[in-house]
């Protein structure tokens, strides 16, 4: 029990550590569901589906151990930038 303890305490702290990335991955697969469909609906379903099959998870965890970490080790971006979030805009 307290191996589970530590291995959960010890997962918890990698995830939540304060170093920042691009997340370039993860944003594309969610800007690429919000522009799926004009339906509300259909994106909702297609956003349950790829947190069903853990899509987001698995985006998300590549990026915080791979491509968060070459982009900051060698400076250049593996994933292009998928730019703003649609839907919201940026205020000056």
């Known amino acids: ?45 297609v956003f349950i589906g790829l947190s069903i099959v853990p899509v987001y998870m698995l985006a998300l965890t590549g990026d915080v151990l791979i491509f968060n970490t070459i982009d900051y080790w060698t400076g250049n971006d593996t994933i292009k930038d998928p730019g703003a979030f649609p839907g919201f805009t940026v205020k000056d």
């Open 1 to 45: 029990m307290k191996k589970t303890l530590a291995a959960l305490v010890l997962g918890l702290s990698l995830s939540t550590s304060g170093c920042l990335g691009a997340d370039h991955l993860y944003n594309s697969i969610k800007n690429w569901n919000a522009e799926l469909s004009e339906q509300d609906w259909i994106n909702e379903i």
